[in-house]
T-cell receptor, first 113, second 118 residues
């Protein structure tokens, strides 16, 4: 089955700097890649997603890139702010097989002001 | 409108007891998912429903775990003879639809039920 690996496990950046989180997946049939943000004690919330027919997607300070050949995708956050501090999870799924999400282990992002 | 709700928010039980966890999805959402999040870990898929049927139960850890969904809405996850390793946060999510060409695949998560087995 699908396996998703996520790096780094923790990331500390200075406010205003960029942050990059990387994930690799194993199943070449995966075609949907969402990213979730989970603040302490709260539920995961979708921040951006990308499908396999697209190489890059951007939403304000957040962008995701996908390399299908290498089977990896990355989250880029620019101009980080203290409120970006949270745990970020990447995930992969096959939409035709019910869209069950296989998650990475998560990255704790700390933005220091 | 209202989001996904789950009850109870916290459940403490003794080893060997049965527990039931409830999920109320967003109204109109046909797909419903259960995940488990152990302390400091990522989310682990358990089961999903399309309507009232469960095409994929592959994530259920053992036959002590079962789930049902009635009326295409509320779902209950039951854990029989609980063990200490069952302690985790159980998260439910729902989405409007499942379709490769659909834009409505976003899964909305509930607040979770924190289960502690003593």
């Amino acid at each position: 089955g699908e396996n998703v690996e996520q790096h780094p496990s923790t990331l500390s950046v200075q406010e205003g700097d960029s942050a990059v989180i990387k994930c690799t997946y194993s199943d070449s049939a995966s075609n949907y890649f969402p990213w979730y943000k989970q603040e302490l004690g709260k539920r995961p919330q979708l921040i951006i997603d990308i499908r396999s027919n697209v190489g890059e997607k951007k939403d304000q300070r957040i962008a995701v890139t996908l390399n299908k050949t290498a089977k990896h995708f990355s989250l880029h956050i620019t101009e980080t702010q203290p409120e970006d501090s949270a745990v970020y999870f990447c995930a992969a799924s096959i939409l035709e097989y019910g869209n069950k999400l296989v998650f990475g282990a998560g990255t704790i992002l700390r933005v220091k002001s | 409108g209202a989001g996904v709700s789950q009850s109870p928010s916290n459940k403490v039980t003794e080893k060997g007891k049965d527990v039931e966890l409830r999920c109320d999805p967003i109204s109109g959402h046909t797909a419903l998912y259960w995940y488990r999040q152990s302390l400091g870990q990522g989310l682990e898929f358990l089961i999903y429903f399309q309507g009232n049927s469960a095409p994929d139960k592959s994530g259920l850890p053992s036959d002590r775990f079962s789930a049902e969904r009635t009326g295409g809405s509320v779902s209950t996850l039951t854990i029989q003879r609980t063990q200490q390793e069952d302690s985790a946060v159980y998260l439910c999510a729902s989405s409007l639809a499942i379709a490769s060409g659909s834009f409505y695949n976003e899964q909305f998560f509930g607040p979770g039920t924190r289960l502690t087995v003593l």
